[in-house]
């Protein structure tokens, strides 16, 4: 289980003429969960951004199984799962239908687990409510069902906790832990006390910035 | 805990090499969900409708109540109105799913993200352009347009409409990340407006005077047709812009 999976060389942001992080290099290998560090404004969210592939705001490389994100984005799609600031959940659809559209975006997804994912974050019951009748936590609990649900390699979670109680949050962390050992990746980041400790890489991104 | 994790939770196996791309299956639940979304939020269904009606209603009470006078104007103003009342549904188009992180999770998923686009396109005429096409004899006959133009107008909007949602819908895309993009959207858009508003209206003038009205009903066609091939294409692209910034 030592293939290195993800690799970010000489990675480079700057906004608004400040410097978040230079010359970043990691690598990820299959198997890891990796957490990003870092106080408010250190460009954690960014860094997530840009490893997904949806901000291109940056110098340096990013490789994917050895190959540059921007040659094969299509290929890179297919084995990422990004759960971002905003969780991507339709306040007028029920959870059931929010799962079923993702279920068209991702067609590895088997529709007839939908119903055992959203019993897994504990939203049975929930099935038909629409989403803005449920509170915050259980808006967020809907697309964590995603995890449940996918097949993909990388997971790349920016804050997946927020609004979770703790009892989600300890359910969150097997997720993760199992998904790491069947040969996943998780790239979090997240102010909650992980209690993954000894399981997880930690990046701080205060020692890759720069000054400006 | 290690045990237990993997007791607590049956995830599926990680997939080994390719997937389908199946653009039917997500361009159908593109559709479906879109209507779906109008159905359960009627105002925004309705309101460029009240629009249309209101807008083509002030050209009798501005200009003069007169037949003979509204009816030479009637061509021009429907397809006027028609046409602001497109511009002023599209700033939604993209609105909520970027607001909400949908539009994020369409960019990244490996379906093709011009199918997404174009069904969302479709739905978006469904519930703008095809209501506003029906709805425009009403207009006509309120503003004395001969029966003879009735069919020049309604075909005319029927082959336009869908060309003024696929380009409204790049010019949405491009400034769904501004927070005020109401303003510059109708800048962007409005001059490529102008081909189709002509062919549009020359359209329904020529089917008043009994003049053939083939070529002006191929010339939208012909727009709509170029339209459906390259706007997809600008529409993703401008979505792209509008999330990585």
């Keep these: ?12 942001c700057e906004r608004d003429d400040r410097v978040l992080f230079s010359d970043l290099s990691f690598q990820v290998q299959a198997g890891e969960l990796v957490q990003i560090e870092g106080p408010n404004g250190s460009g954690k969210t960014t860094l997530l951004r840009i ?63 939908i119903d055992q994912a959203l019993n897994a974050v504990g939203l049975k019951g929930f ?62 980041t997240t102010h909650h006390e992980l209690n993954l400790t000894q399981h997880v890489r930690r990046i701080h991104l205060d020692e890759h910035s720069g000054t400006s | 805990m290690n045990n237990k994790a993997t007791n607590a939770c049956h995830l599926p196996e990680l997939k080994s090499g390719e997937i389908s791309f199946q653009p039917g299956r997500i361009f159908w ?12 939020r009627r105002s925004d269904l309705i309101n460029p409708l009240v629009f249309f009606l209101m807008v083509a209603t002030l050209f009798p009470l501005g200009v003069s109540p007169e037949p003979s006078v ?39 998923s490996p379906q093709p993200l011009f199918v997404v686009v174009l069904g969302k396109v479709l739905a978006h005429w469904l519930l703008t352009g095809l209501p506003l096409t029906l709805m425009a004899p009403l207009l006509a006959v ?7 133009g009735m069919w020049g107008l309604m075909l005319s909007l029927l082959l336009g409409t869908p060309t003024l949602s696929l380009i409204g819908a790049i010019g949405a895309a491009l400034t769904v990340g501004l927070r005020k993009g109401g303003v510059l959207l109708s800048l962007l858009v409005l001059p490529l407006y102008i081909p189709v508003l002509i062919f549009g209206t020359a359209a329904v ?24 091939a390259l706007s997809p294409l600008a529409i993703a692209a401008g979505l792209r812009i509008s999330v990585s910034g």
Excluded at chain 1, 1 to 12: A, D, T, W
Excluded at chain 1, 60 to 71: N, Q
Excluded at chain 2, 142 to 148: D, I, T, V
């Design chain 2, 70 to 108: 509204l009816s030479t104007l009637a061509p021009g103003v429907v397809w006027v109105a028609a046409l602001l009342a497109t511009l002023l549904s599209l700033d939604s188009l993209f609105r909520s799913d970027f607001d909400d992180g949908s539009l994020e999770q369409m960019l990244l």
């Design chain 1, 51 to 113: 490893l997904s592939g949806l901000s291109r705001h940056f110098e340096g490389e990013i490789r994917w199984r050895g190959v540059p994100l921007a040659d094969d984005l299509p290929a890179y799609a297919r084995e990422l799962l990004y759960f971002g600031h905003q969780a991507g959940v339709k306040s007028l659809l029920t959870p059931e239908e929010n799962l079923r559209w993702y279920a068209a975006l991702d067609t590895s997804i088997d529709l007839e687990q």
């Design chain 2, 29 to 40: 639940a593109t559709l479906v969900r879109e209507l779906n979304l109008a159905l359960r």
């Design chain 1, 127 to 188: 099935e038909d409510v629409p989403c803005h009748m449920l509170s915050a936590g259980q808006n967020r609990r809907v697309s964590l069902a995603r995890l449940y649900l996918s097949q993909a390699r990388l997971w790349i979670l920016d804050e997946p906790f927020t609004a979770i109680d703790k009892q989600g949050v300890a359910a969150k962390e097997n997720v993760l832990l199992a998904h790491a050992q069947r040969g996943g990746i998780v790239i979090l």
């Design chain 1, 1 to 12: 289980m030592s293939e290195i999976l993800l690799e970010v060389e000489k990675l480079f």
């Design chain 2, 205 to 228: 003038e020529a089917a008043v005077t009994g003049l053939p009205l083939g070529g002006f009903l191929a010339l939208l066609g012909a727009l709509l047709a170029a339209g459906l």
């Design chain 2, 142 to 148: 309120m503003l004395f347009l001969p029966a003879e």
